[in-house]
T-cell receptor, first 113, second 114 residues
Framework: KAGVTQTPRYLIKTRGQQVTLSCSPI?????VSWYQQTPGQGLQFLFE???????NKGNFPGRFSGRQFSNSRSEMNVSTLELGDSALYLC????????????FGAGTRLSVL | GNSVTQMEGPVTLSEEAFLTINCTYT??????LFWYVQYPGEGLQLLLK?????DKGSNKGFEATYRKETTSFHLEKGSVQVSDSAVYFC?????????????FGTGTLLAVQP
């Protein structure tokens, strides 16, 4: 069974631009979560989707948004990029309760210049 | 609120040494506890988990026991290898509810020297 796939693996953008990251979960998984990883803040939760509905959101500004499609694939969008948005963005998928295990993709490395 | 505290790194060991990485948590009820590992340039891989008090998770020679009385989930391995060099994250998900949100510790870098 294929794992979680994130595209693209690397992105370089400039301040003020917007970016869209994609995540394809493991087949059969309906829950998708996104995390931001930076050297200073560590791993921080962005949001979680289940069956196309956002059911949890982290403490990030409204510039960060996401959505989930009927096939469980998910995208996250960051508008008006700032230098501080440079990070590794990780997507994780899960079957959900009660197994409660999240499987991570390799991430998208975003650099904002 | 819920939180995870793990020991600062880096931890530098010689091959075949004994490893302990401390992890303590703050949470209501009975959270599920996890150890994830991240190799350079990769995402996170689940190493082991425990879902209730006194459960022992184990995988690839690593072990951790869910201690409710000390709110701890320390990671141990009897004999480390160079290939174990990576960053290790302790994490929890809150008890009950419908969310899978993971709360992570800051990570501990392990460097094993031959």
């Amino acid at each position: 069974k294929a794992g979680v796939t994130q595209t693209p693996r690397y992105l370089i953008k400039t301040r003020g631009q917007q970016v869209t990251l994609s995540c394809s979960p493991i087949s059969g998984h309906r829950s998708v979560s996104w995390y931001q990883q930076t050297p200073g803040q560590g791993l921080q939760f962005l949001f979680e989707y289940f069956s196309e509905t956002q059911r949890n959101k982290g403490n990030f500004p409204g510039r960060f948004s996401g959505r989930q499609f009927s096939n469980s694939r998910s995208e996250m969008n960051v508008s008006t990029l700032e230098l501080g948005d440079s990070a590794l963005y990780l997507c994780a998928s899960s079957l959900g309760q009660p197994e409660n295990i999240q499987y991570f993709g390799a991430g998208t490395r975003l650099s904002v210049l | 609120g819920n939180s995870v505290t793990q020991m600062e790194g880096p931890v530098t060991l010689s091959e075949e040494a004994f490893l302990t990485i401390n992890c303590t948590y703050t949470a209501t009820g009975y959270p599920s506890l996890f150890w994830y590992v991240q190799y350079p340039g990769e995402g996170l891989q689940l190493l082991l988990k425990a879902t209730k008090a006194d459960d022992k998770g184990s995988n690839k020679g690593f072990e951790a026991t869910y201690r409710k009385e000390t709110t701890s989930f320390h990671l141990e391995k009897g004999s480390v290898q160079v290939s174990d060099s990576a960053v290790y994250f302790c994490a929890l998900t809150a008890y009950g509810g419908a969310t899978n949100k993971l709360i992570f510790g800051t990570g501990t870098l392990l460097a094993v020297q031959p």
